[in-house]
């Protein structure tokens, strides 16, 4: 795996609840962990949220693209909307 390295510029109340949360993992764990080693796990679940998110708005997608079917090709069904309101408006 290859890795790369990042620079963060960070706010005194990120740098220090980042610190906290490598506090907390060292406790649980048993060892030190670095903060860098805390950020990178912040990283790893945002990410996998994020993919999460992606993953139902997928789902979502599918799911509506089965409701109304497709449009047909060249047709404006705007229009044909339009037109028919003016038709129920009449003259």
Do not use: C, F, N, T
């Not at 796990?41 to 990410?47: D, I, K, Q, S």
Request: proline share 2%; glycine share 8%; no cysteine.
């Amino acid at each position: 795996m290859k890795l790369h390295r990042v620079q963060v510029v960070l706010e005194e109340d990120e740098w220090a609840e980042v610190q906290r949360l490598a506090h907390r993992l060292a406790l649980i764990r048993g060892r030190r962990v670095s903060a860098s080693e805390a950020l990178k796990e912040l990283v790893a679940r945002g990410l996998a949220e994020e993919a999460k998110r992606k993953e139902g708005y997928l789902a979502l997608l599918e799911e509506l693209s089965h409701l109304g079917g497709e449009a047909p090709i060249g047709q404006d069904l705007m229009e044909e909307d339009r037109r028919a309101h003016d038709e129920r408006l009449g003259p």
